[in-house]
């Protein structure tokens, strides 16, 4: 059995205006150390996907499994990087990553606990920024303390939800690299959910294209070819970059909805987020 | 900002208003109401209250800062107490939908009970006017603390909790953390409101148990018939809740965050 699995995910929420089935029966699994994205439209139940799999909201039908353990609720062995940071603006960058770090090592002394807080600062480069608030910060800066309160909760499986897509394309691009830096030091086992075709291909090993919802299911997965270490640079003349783009695309315009720009992708995952 | 636009924003125009308000108050004395003092008689008769603010002649007989702070101190025991009950049933209101269910009624019931109708109550129960002025205040001015804060604690972003959620931080850690720091602003807001409401309720408390202080003064010289300092009185009052209100805004302030 692999590292972490999923069969049969199904989602639906009901509103006002009736039953809106999100997601139609989602199979997924990888390996200890794989970093895998899911690639979909706006609106196709990323979101509600990555709340099912951090165990913040409740399946209608099937299963996930980390490392051979159901999950049924909550909790930092599967960390999330949410879309929009969630960092606790009453609190200094440090306070927000040590919040994690307290939480997941309540047996450490508390000078071994602030070793560790500072090390993941350092990780994302912040240490100069420490005792900032959130507020006081650029959108990459946020999302890199996001970031490291993630890693620093050393989960089996971290989860990233869209986690650049607020950011503009340079700033995203840096943080894109580091990610790729960190990933290479730690090999942690992470979850992508991403709509930007070149940050899956740029990042993962395998990608999920997704169907538009409703009942959005998992295509078929697409290896990326690529050897690491990687390099942004060259990447797209790699015949193997663009053999995964081409099946990748290829999938996405199959199954592009004809309302996909005009339904407002808020509907499923402001819900999403109420539950 | 220039000083030309300060200036007349901050001095000029809040001065003509003023003076117009004293305008209309010379000619509504002077016409139709001659037992209401112009502004002048009130000035001359109540000037010793204000130039020597502190002199004491009598239980009732003193300048207008001892009454001042003996309403004060009334005060601040009443919203000190408010407080001290307001703020844990808003928080236990807006975490426990039990709770919330048995005791929001009630809430909703005592809300718009006024001042004067629980003076009495206040007095059969402790048979003395001091605590039942303060228990009155306290009474009246703790709704905006309960409901503020229980309005708080129930529009904290799903965001925050699920941050504590996948933590999975302690119901003690959950609370210092995430719920007390988010919901912080609306509780001050809810204090800055109650203690408006604690200065209202003062004057009425006075008025009914005859102690001293600014009400107290203001309905024995209104049955001295010296009327100038029913005057003097409603301009303390007014100008006392104005500072009291700014005060409280500027603690409100520096505890919102975002």
Known sequence: MAYVEVRGLRKA????????????????????????????????????????LGGLIVPDAGEIRLDGVPVTGPGPERGIVFQHYSLLPWLSVRDNVALAVDAVNPGLASAERRRITDEFIALVSLTPAAWKRPRELSGGMRQRVAVARGLAM????????????????????????????????????????TNDVDEAILLADRIYPMTPGPDAVLGPAIEVGLPRPRQRRHMSLEPAYQKARRALVEFLRATEPARAYSRPPSTVSASSSDK | MPTKIRLMSQ????????????????????????????????????????????????EMNQGIGRLAFYSLVRVAKGFVLALAIGTPIGFLLGLSRRFHESFDPIVQFMRPISPLAWLPLGLVIFQKSEPAAIFTIALCAMWPTVINTAVGVRSIS????????????????????????????????????????????????EMLTGTPGVGGFLWQEYNSLVYSHIILSVLTIGAIGFLLDRLMGLVEARVRVN
């Open chain 2, 11 to 58: 001095v000029i125009l809040p001065s003509f208003g003023a003076a117009c308000v004293l305008l209309a108050w010379a000619i509504v004395s002077a016409t139709v109401a001659p037992d209401l003092p112009s502004p002048l008689r009130t000035w001359q008769e109540s000037r010793r209250y204000i130039l020597e603010p502190f002199f004491k002649d009598g």
């Open chain 2, 158 to 205: 799903q965001e925050y909790l699920n941050v504590g959620r996948v933590l999975k931080l302690s119901r003690p850690r959950m609370l210092t953390r995430i719920i007390v720091p988010a919901t912080l602003p609306y509780v001050f807001t809810g204090y800055r409101l109650s203690l408006g409401l604690a200065w209202l309720v003062i004057v009425a408390a």
């Open chain 1, 154 to 193: 050393r989960p089996k499986l971290l989860l990233m939800d869209e986690p650049f897509s607020a950011l503009d394309a340079l700033t995203r691009a840096t943080l894109q690299d580091e990610l790729l830096r960190i990933w290479g030091e730690r090999r942690s086992t992470v979850i992508l959910i």
């Open chain 1, 13 to 52: 929420y009901v509103t006002r205006r009736g039953r809106i089935p999100v997601l139609g029966g989602i199979d997924l699994s990888l390996d200890e150390g794989e970093f895998i994205a899911v690639v979909g439209y706006s609106g196709s139940g990323k979101t509600t996907l990555v709340s099912l």
